[in-house]
Structure formats: C-alpha cells, structure tokens
C-alpha cells in the first residue's frame, strides 16, 4: 500500500486591523503626554506643601523675638530691661547729640585695621606652613600654645611697647583674629586630596599649578570658615581693647552707659555691635560664593 501524502495546511495569516500611519501614532502619543502631564499636575497641585520664603521666616523670628523682649521688659521694668520703644527713642537721642557717629567711626576704624591685617598675614602664613609640611610641623606647636593663650594677657605689656593710641588697640584686635584664621588655613591645606595631587603630578603638573588649581580651591572653605570665627573674635576684641585702653569708641560707651545704668543707650550700642557683627559675616559668606563660583569656573 502506498502511503498517502498528507497535504500541509496554509497557515492563517492574522487578521490585519486598518493601518495606522505615523501622524495617527503621533497624535496618539501627543494626546498621552497631555494626559499623564495633567495627571502628575494635578497630583503634584494637591500634595505641594506651602512654601515660604527664608526671609519670610527670618522675619517672624525677628518680630517673635521683639515680642519676647517686650514682654520681659513689661516685667522687669524699663529700668533693668528698657523695652523696643525706649531703646528705639535713646537711639535716637544719642545719634542725635554725635555720641554714636564718632564712636562707631573710632571702633570701625580699629575692628577693620585688625582685622584685615590678621587676614593679611594669617593666610600666606598658613598656605606656606601647608606647603611645606617640614616648616609647618616646627611651627605647629607654638600655634597651639599661641592659639590657647588668652589676649587679655597681652594687653599690659602692649600698653607698655604701643601705648594707650590705636596702635595697641589694633595689635590686640590683630592677635585675637589671626589665630584661628592661621589655623584654619594651616589645616585646609593639609586636608588636600593625596590621589588628585598625584594624579596632577603624573599628568605633569608643576607645583605651582598643583598648589593653585588644587590645595587652594580644596582649602578655600576652611579659610573662609577661619575667617568667620576671626570676625567674631575681632569685634570682640575690639570692644575689650577699648576697655583697657583708652576709653572710647563702641567698647567706650558701653563702660559709661554700664556704670551709670543707663540700660537704653546700653542696649543700642550692644544692638549696634550685633548689626556691625552680621554684616561682617553676610560679607564674608557672600565672598566665599563668589569664589567658589569662580574656581568652579576656572577662575578667581
């Protein structure tokens, strides 16, 4: 018997719906993206918590703390705590009869030479002692013991070399900035990235350039951080050096007005101080932005 062939079946082709061209698939595809992006919207609308501005906080702490002092000033009395008002209207009668003007310029005059020369030796100074770590390591010692002293007791014998004039004010102002700002940069510079400098080094790059694109961006924060503390220590020295010295300036009005307890006039220069305080330290947060920004950038 001869076997019979069975004979393949055709294979159904699947039924083919209408075609769709590209412009339908684009349509399609537009109008999905409108939808999920009104979805998200809407859900993004409905789960956003209400925002407010730093500055708006800035300013109900601001007006939560006059409150505050209002209400202890109710308390105690305007003659143990004046109240806003009070200090608001002897701030005006001591600017009024120049007490404050000449004083500000006289403490202005002291805070800033101090300062500024602090910044101008304590930086190269503690970029050098980081470059050279052999150098560094002899001198770190003394910093410490220098840094762990107190100023005040320099302050006799600056009298005795410098006198009772603005040039003992300033060398005391001078020696309570300069430390942190040495030791901060001392250290910002010792805490360079080991890898990236020898990276540098095997791409061929001299010291100079190692030193400039890499240890000095890594240590611009500590320098700036150095810089903040030696401000606050450099007003406060100020006032201390008006203090024992000749009596006057900002320091000068706050041993008159103590002694005679005359708390409003007191509570303006000590409001006086804090605004000279913050303005030196947004002035400094604003320079470390900028060259932040312009290392980023390869640029100062």
């Excluded at 004039?165 to 001392?186: D, Q, R, S």
């Excluded at 924060?221 to 903040?228: D, F, K, L, Q, S």
């Excluded at 220590?233 to 005359?262: K, P």
């Amino acid at each position: 018997m001869m076997a019979v062939k069975a004979r393949p079946q055709a294979r159904k082709s699947p039924e083919k719906g209408p075609k769709r061209s590209f412009r339908d698939d684009e349509q399609a595809g537009t109008v999905g993206a409108q939808e999920l992006a009104h979805t998200n919207s809407m859900q993004g609308a409905g789960a956003r918590p209400l925002r407010i501005s730093i500055g708006a906080w800035r300013v109900v702490v601001g007006l939560l703390l006059i409150a505050i002092w209002t209400i202890v000033a109710y308390y105690f009395g305007d003659n143990f705590i004046p109240s806003p008002i009070e200090t608001a209207r002897a701030a005006v009668r001591i600017t009024a009869d120049g007490a404050i003007p000449s004083a500000l310029g006289s403490t202005l005059i002291v805070f800033l030479a101090g300062y500024i020369l602090s910044i101008i030796v304590a930086i190269p100074l503690g970029l050098f002692m980081g470059g050279f770590r052999i150098f560094g390591a002899a001198l770190e010692p003394y910093m410490d013991a220098l840094s762990a002293m107190p100023r005040v007791s320099f302050i006799p014998l600056i009298i005795i070399f410098l006198g009772l004039g603005y040039e003992a004010k300033i060398c005391v102002v001078f020696l309570g900035a300069m430390m942190p700002i040495l030791i901060n940069t001392y250290t910002g510079v010792l805490n360079s990235d080991a890898d990236l400098i020898e990276m540098a080094r095997a791409s061929g790059a001299s010291e100079m350039q190692i030193f400039r694109m890499i240890m000095l961006p890594g240590a611009l924060p500590y320098i700036i951080a150095g810089m903040r503390v030696g401000a606050g220590l450099a007003l406060i020295n100020t006032v201390v050096a008006e203090l024992y010295t000749a009596v006057q300036g900002l320091g000068g009005l706050l041993s008159v007005y103590g002694n005679t307890f005359r708390m409003a006039p007191y509570f303006v220069v000590v409001i006086l101080l804090a605004i000279i305080g913050l303005a030196t330290m947004r002035t400094l947060k604003a320079l470390e932005r900028r060259m932040t920004r312009g290392y980023a950038r390869g640029r100062v």
